[in-house]
């Protein structure tokens, strides 16, 4: 069985699965979805817990010792597999599949990691997990669903807040959902609001009582590239480079979403439609509006173009054009994002 993390409460009311894995990358949210699960093994009596963090001289014997063994006061066991890396591997694989093959049913194996990668979710192995469990995908809240996750973050504090102070917030921590529950968290204690005390904040108190704890990655950076946020894109970008980020890196992974753009749109070409040419290419399900936006916005030609546009981006990092690496990368995702820019005047040394 496969859930998503918002379902994860529902699916909890009922009988508990023999194995649940729990995947993303958002530290906040998986440990959110853990603790729920946690809490909610501990009502069925599973209040011994075994702790396996994994690496590549991990024993797996010594998870399926603690699966066999009995506990000196009868109590049933939680047993938990931390993950460092989203793939795991061959032993790990067998010996999983050897536990479940006869669970025992005073145990449930709890696995963690982060985000697995679409090709892993395929696989025969894993098929074979999630017939006999649950997986949980814990996606990450993007830009467009921050305000909306912040306005009911709020509300379970006891703090109301109009859209206007909601909206500066989200530029505050956007990109860093463990900051805006840390901050959140302080309104609350700053405020004395509670369930039974309800107190309104405006945006002097977010200017005044609330840290810019915003956090950018190139993944957030391309999405607003592909929906065309301009403003918000040129903001991801300045972050990136203050956090000392190198332009070539950035460049990489633009290129990569080009290339798998131009896949999508030659799909479209022979006949495909949007929808079928995304799965075929193996874009994520978070990702397909975007994606969408971008192929709307341009075909095959432009986005060849954007590939070769990309060319005097690496050229400018490399020093080979007089041209400011940083203003070319602008350049690219602006355009991508179907930005209109003016360039006459220019030598092409600086376009």
């Not at 379970?156 to 109009?162: M, P, Q, V, Y």
């Not at 990136?240 to 190198?246: D, M, N, Q």
């Not at 080009?258 to 290419?281: D, F, H, P, W, Y």
């Not at 355009?335 to 040394?349: A, I, P, Q, V």
């Amino acid at each position: 069985m496969q859930i998503n993390s918002d379902q994860l409460s529902a699916h909890l009311q009922k009988k508990l699965h023999s194995l649940y894995w729990i995947a993303g990358d958002d530290v906040l949210l998986v440990q959110e979805a853990l603790d729920r699960l946690r809490s909610r093994c501990r009502q069925e009596g599973f209040t011994e817990w075994d702790l396996f963090f994994i690496e590549r001289s991990f024993n797996w014997q010594t998870m399926l010792q603690s699966g066999n063994s009995l506990s000196l006061f009868s109590d049933r066991k939680i047993i938990e597999l931390r993950l460092l890396t989203p793939k795991l591997e061959e032993a790990g694989r067998d010996a999983v599949q050897q536990y479940l093959a006869s669970p025992n049913p005073d145990n449930i194996l709890i696995i963690v990691s982060p985000k697995l990668e679409y090709s892993a979710l395929s696989t025969k192995w894993f098929k074979a997990i999630e017939t006999a469990g649950v997986f949980v995908q814990v996606w990450p809240v993007d830009a467009s669903g921050l305000p909306r996750w912040i306005a009911t973050r709020l509300v379970s504090h006891g703090l109301n807040a109009g859209e206007e102070a909601i909206s500066l917030l989200c530029e505050k921590v956007e990109g860093n959902l463990l900051a805006a529950n840390q901050e959140i968290e302080k309104l609350r204690v700053l405020t004395g609001a509670s369930p039974n005390n309800r107190i309104h904040i405006d945006t002097k108190h977010i200017m005044t009582l609330v840290a810019d704890s915003s956090r950018y990655n190139v993944f957030n950076l391309i999405d607003a590239a592909l929906v065309g946020d301009a403003r918000r894109c040129l903001k991801i970008v300045n972050g990136l480079r203050s956090e000392g980020s190198e332009p070539l890196s950035i460049l990489g992974m633009i290129t990569r979403e080009l290339r798998s753009l131009i896949a999508v749109a030659t799909r479209m070409a022979s006949g495909q439609n949007a929808s079928s040419a995304m799965q075929k290419e193996g874009i994520r399900k978070t990702h397909e509006g975007p994606v969408s936006r971008a192929v709307e916005r341009h075909n095959l030609a432009t986005l060849e173009g954007l590939l070769q546009q990309a060319r005097t981006v690496d050229m400018a990092v490399k020093g080979l054009t007089k041209a400011d690496p940083w203003t070319e990368l602008n350049t690219l995702l602006l355009t991508l994002g179907g930005t209109r820019l003016c360039t006459d005047g220019f030598s092409s040394d600086y376009r």
